[in-house]
């Protein structure tokens, strides 16, 4: 069972466009929402994380907006450039980030 | 900042051999570290959760005997695919928490292992 859906599965961007990307989730217990980047053959590294108490969080080109009601949470990124496109993953957890759920992923490319 | 560091980054090994991945804390002392596995353009599929001191703990479907964890010291685990094959070829990664609490996750670079 999956329960923990990205939408799009891939995303393709002008430069300076705005990505959007979706995760929802099934598990009302999840009380952390991080988003991760992932590079070809290199680990994940975390982007940005809201907690469930604020509904929205922006750092730099970055934010995240959480409805808790429909079980859903975005990446918004601004001004993207080639340097964002990597797969990105949004990954739940219950216990403030112990155990990550890692989201099915969405692969982003930028154009120029 | 926290760097979690995994070793080797690839190796390649004979069906019926077995491999060790070593995960390390370079500067900070990691109670817990998690390994995970993923398949080419798949999501991270959480195998374990290794404690310092204690046996690891285990997702249902990941074979314990298969995967051996060891969790020596506050900056080491080790991951052991044991009698490998070729179904075992993946990108397996750890990750490590600096304190505890809410302190966010650390994730290693990675080992791709290929068995032939």
């Known amino acids: 069972q999956q329960q923990v859906k990205q939408s799009p599965q891939s995303l393709i961007v002008q430069k300076g466009g705005i990505s959007i990307i979706n995760c929802a989730y099934e598990?009302?217990?999840?009380?952390?929402f991080p988003w991760y980047q992932q590079f070809p053959g290199k680990g994940p590294a975390l982007l940005i994380a809201?907690?469930?108490?604020?509904s929205e969080k922006k750092e730099g080109r970055f934010t995240i907006s959480f409805n808790k009601s429909a079980k859903q949470f975005s990446l918004h990124i601004m001004d993207s450039q080639p340097g964002d496109s990597a797969t990105y993953f949004c990954?739940?957890?219950?216990?403030?980030?112990?155990?990550?759920?890692f989201g099915t992923g969405t692969q982003l490319k930028v154009e120029l | 900042g926290a760097v979690v560091s995994q070793h080797p980054s690839r190796v390649i090994c004979k069906s019926g051999t077995s491999v060790k991945i070593e995960c390390r804390s370079l500067?900070?002392?990691?109670?817990?570290m998690f390994w995970y596995r993923q398949f080419p353009k798949q999501s991270l599929m959480l195998m374990a959760t290794?404690?310092?001191?204690?046996?690891?703990?285990?997702e249902q479907g990941v074979e314990k005997d298969k995967f051996l964890i060891n969790h020596a010291s506050l900056t080491l685990s080790t991951l052991t695919v044991t009698s490998a094959h070729p179904e075992d070829s993946s990108f397996y990664i750890c990750?490590?928490?600096?304190?505890?609490?809410?302190?966010?996750?650390?994730f290693g670079n990675g080992t791709r292992l290929t068995v032939t």
């Open positions: 500067d900070f002392q990691a109670t817990t």
């Open positions: 598990n009302t217990a999840f009380d952390y």
């Open positions: 809201i907690r469930p108490d604020v």
């Open positions: 290794s404690n310092e001191g204690s046996k690891a703990t285990y």
């Open positions: 990954a739940p957890s219950t216990g403030g980030g112990n155990k990550l759920t």
């Open positions: 990750s490590a928490r600096e304190g505890s609490g809410r302190s966010p996750l650390h």
